[in-house]
């Protein structure tokens, strides 16, 4: 096994006024000797090292006041909030002597996560949330088996006014969807590889913190 290098190019901006927030990444790795499972049994991964790869993409967040002073006017309004991050992954082969110019896989190609909050001046906030992955992407070097796109949502209530505490609860996948949340990966799959893995079901979480 040789030792992976790479080069990699990157530029960003990350900002924050009263009522938008913002993050942007754009990069590039142009990978040598890149560590992967190319080949792989019943889960098993034999790491080798492929050719030359390249990884590139977008990291894109933000968050934006929708509405404010709904409810609670004058200089703290309250607020409905707009989170949004989305991921693009071009991962893909360089010229490679078996598998050409194919994807990488085991990533997705398009990754979204959004909420939509309503904020009170006094700490307390609520609101939907999605997941979305609407694409399928493959699951081997060879690129002849993929998974399947899915969206979930859930719902979440929570207090956080910048104090020492806060707390939330959260509901994720009410509509118990089911899904493929993750893949291993082999050079070369069928229909029958053992790669998909399964998404949680309905569930709540719960959380508190306590900062000093």
């Given at each position: 096994i040789k030792a992976q290098r790479a080069t990699t190019f990157e530029i960003g901006t990350r900002g924050r006024r009263e009522d938008f927030t913002w993050d942007l990444a754009a990069y590039r790795a142009e990978i040598d000797n890149e560590l992967?499972?190319?080949?792989?049994?019943?889960?098993?991964?034999?790491v080798s090292n492929a050719d030359k790869t390249i990884h590139q993409g977008l990291e894109?967040?933000?968050?934006?006041?929708?509405?404010?002073?709904?409810?609670?006017?004058?200089?703290?309004?309250d607020?409905?909030?707009?989170?949004?991050?989305?991921?693009?992954?071009?991962?893909?082969?360089?010229d490679d002597p078996t598998f050409g110019n194919n994807q990488l896989p085991g990533a997705p190609r398009h990754f979204v996560?959004?909420?939509?909050?309503?904020?009170?001046?006094?700490?307390f906030y609520f609101g939907p949330n999605i997941e979305w992955v609407p694409q399928a992407y493959f699951v081997d070097s060879a690129n002849t088996l993929k998974t399947e796109g899915y969206g979930i949502w859930g719902l979440k209530l929570g207090f956080d006014n910048g104090g020492p505490f806060s707390a939330y609860v959260e509901a994720r996948n009410l509509?118990?969807?089911?899904?493929?949340?993750?893949?291993?990966?082999?050079?070369v799959a069928n229909a029958a590889s053992p790669l998909f893995e399964p998404g949680t079901g309905r569930a709540v979480f719960a959380g508190i913190k306590y900062r000093w």
């Open positions: 992967q499972c190319l080949y792989s049994a019943f889960g098993n991964c034999q894109i967040g933000f968050g934006v006041s929708v509405l404010k002073g709904m409810m609670a006017p004058g200089p703290s309004p607020r409905l909030w707009l989170n949004v991050s989305y991921t693009l992954n071009d991962f893909h082969f360089d996560r959004a909420e939509l909050l309503y904020k009170h001046p006094s700490g509509a118990d969807t089911a899904y493929i949340a993750s893949a291993s990966i082999i050079n």
